[in-house]
């Protein structure tokens, strides 16, 4: 990835994702001291790069439905296979309604405050076909309609996420309630502070004017996902007959489906936050390969180490681990250093999953926490590590050093783990007042997709 000229566009791209810009109207004439080739400048748009960023979005939204879909569907008991489905559908349609009439605007408004984007762009307002988003070369844009389009579908795919906590024992209305609450108060504050040129995070305010790392969403979409995923399988309580019932995953080629239209999807997700068709996309991608990598044959040999054998569902646990700890490390790290992250990410998800969960006694059905919580935080504090050129990464910021940079990225950790953890637990609470987390014992025995929807997966 080039670097940029000034010390403000060097922290854009070492950020990895500097939303700022994307926020402001790039057709905004300039001050009149303003050189008139700048203004020219400032409206140069590639068709090449909006392509991408149409294809790359697209991409995102293929790994929420079906991918992300199938992947919970699998895992589940068949009696439940049509809720998990329904679930990502309607948290995928209800996000995007949400984004438009004031996601954006909250998440990327133009507000100087460092913790939300305020209200000008309620409803979209301002944004036409010939609105501009500046991308992180100076002078190069998109349009900003394909920036939302691109920013909606993470917020998307991260309420989606958590619902694997607690797959198999939740009232659909308590999903969507709490998809609502928990995107307004929780996803779209913490967009900004970790992507918004005036954010906490990305300002560097958070650790002494040192921009904190994330690329594609390390902080803002695992780890944010994670936490409250952990704190939902706590609150939501346990499968009723967990430990006594089978529980086996119904269709494990279901899930590797789902897992392998995840990988592919994840280029989208990863080089399309390059925001241009350039080699910043192109490391993007390869380290989106060779982190996933590392991961799925680390999990398999720590598998086989341990179990004697290594099974489908480790290999697709480890695909996912990797793919999510190289998210906020993918446009700033080296090849080799994306697989050394994986492999390590999917080390420490493995003993989350396979140590820590069994001893506490927490009921995470599907490892929400203890894949994406968990390998987002190694992600995000490895990146730190591996964006070292001695590494292979494109180096750090200017005055910057090791130790600092990885003092930023905890920091930033903590404060997601910290906000996102308390308010996610208010919400379940809320939740649980205004509609109720957990069906009946006799529905959750039936089945929720009797229970709910009315209609089965599979019929003998």
Request: glycine share 14%; charged share 10%; proline share 3%.
């Amino acid at each position: 990835m080039r670097l940029l000229k000034t010390s403000a566009l060097a922290a854009l791209t070492n950020a990895g994702f500097a939303l700022a810009a994307f926020a402001q109207d790039a057709g905004l004439a300039p001050a009149p001291e303003t050189a008139p080739a700048a203004a020219a400048v400032a409206q140069e748009m590639n068709k090449g790069d909006v392509a991408w960023m149409l294809i790359s979005t697209v991409l995102v939204l293929f790994m929420i439905l079906p991918g992300l879909a199938l992947f919970y569907g699998g895992l589940v008991r068949a009696k439940n296979m049509l809720s998990v489905l329904m679930q990502c559908v309607m948290i995928t349609s209800i996000v995007i309604i949400i984004y438009v009439l004031y996601g954006y605007s909250f998440a990327f408004g133009g507000s100087t405050s460092a913790f939300w984007g305020g209200t000008a762009k309620l409803f979209l307002a301002g944004i036409g076909t010939d609105t501009m988003a500046a991308t992180f070369t100076d002078g190069v844009v998109i349009p900003e309609l394909v920036f939302i389009c691109f920013q909606m579908t993470f917020a998307c795919i991260t309420p989606a996420l958590i619902v694997g906590a607690f797959a198999e024992r939740i009232k659909f209305s308590a999903v969507v309630l709490f998809t609502i609450l928990w995107v307004t108060i929780v996803y779209f504050p913490v967009a900004h502070m970790v992507w918004d040129a005036n954010g906490l995070i990305f300002t560097g305010a958070h650790a002494g004017g040192v921009a904190a790392l994330d690329f594609a969403g390390g902080t803002v979409v695992h780890i944010n996902a994670g936490i409250a995923a952990l704190v939902g399988s706590f609150l939501v309580g346990k499968r009723t007959g967990l430990g006594r019932d089978n529980m086996a995953p119904h269709s494990m080629t279901l899930t590797m489906v789902g897992a392998a239209i995840l990988w592919v999807g994840w280029f989208g997700f990863n080089a399309g936050s390059n925001l241009e068709a350039n080699g910043g996309a192109a490391l993007a991608m390869i380290n989106t390969f060779t982190a996933t990598a590392g991961a799925a044959v680390a999990w398999a040999v720590i598998e086989s180490m341990a179990r004697g054998k290594a099974s489908m569902l480790g290999a697709v646990s480890g695909i996912v681990a990797g793919l999510v700890a190289v998210t906020p490390a993918a446009g700033v790290v080296g090849p080799v250093g994306a697989i050394v992250l994986g492999a390590i990410a999917s080390a420490a998800c493995y003993f989350f999953v396979a140590v820590v969960k069994p001893k506490v006694g927490y009921d995470d059905s599907l490892d929400v926490f203890g894949i994406h919580g968990v390998g987002g935080i190694v992600g995000a504090i490895g990146t730190g590590v591996f964006v070292s050129s001695s590494l292979g990464g494109i180096g750090f910021a200017e005055g910057v050093t090791m130790g600092g940079q990885v003092y930023s990225q905890v920091v930033a950790v903590l404060i997601t783990i910290v906000y996102g953890g308390i308010v996610s637990a208010i919400l379940y609470k809320v939740v649980d007042l205004v509609v109720g987390l957990r069906p009946t014992v006799e529905q959750e025995r039936e089945g929720l997709d009797l229970a709910y929807h009315g209609e089965v997966a599979y019929h003998s």
